[in-house]
């Protein structure tokens, strides 16, 4: 049997506020049946999104890890067309995203946009073309 990816976990210091942007700008469904008071995921299509609050740092003994700084990943996030990309940056600008790089064309033909969430986590909102 072949590996799948089941979630990308986020450790953020408020897990409602950005699960609830992730959720508003890009129509992810809560998974209501995994939350707890340290964890919200969301159902993304292919895999999920899991928000940790910081006390999941003990739990998994990363205590020593906890007190990173600078970018640690980058979450890419597939949308349908070039208009999607224009529009959800818009939408997660709305939403208190930070702009990097507006939507601009790569040079491995993909349309995309560089954002930093309400936390400071870095995403890309992309079309492959």
Known sequence: MSAT???????????EG???FYR?????????EIRS???IGLATGQSNIGF????????LQLDAYAPASGVKFLLNIDVADRAAV???????VGEGATLVK???ETYYGWYQSVLLD???NVFRINVME
């Open 118 to 120: 309400p936390e400071g």
């Open 24 to 32: 508003r700008v890009f129509d992810f469904a809560e998974i209501p």
């Open 52 to 59: 940790n609050a910081l006390d999941a740092y003990g739990l």
């Open 102 to 104: 507006p939507p601009y």
């Open 37 to 39: 008071p340290i964890f």
């Open 5 to 15: 990816l089941s979630y990308v976990n986020v450790f953020a210091a408020d897990i």
């Open 18 to 20: 950005l699960s609830g």
């Open 86 to 92: 224009e529009e959800r940056t818009a939408a997660a």
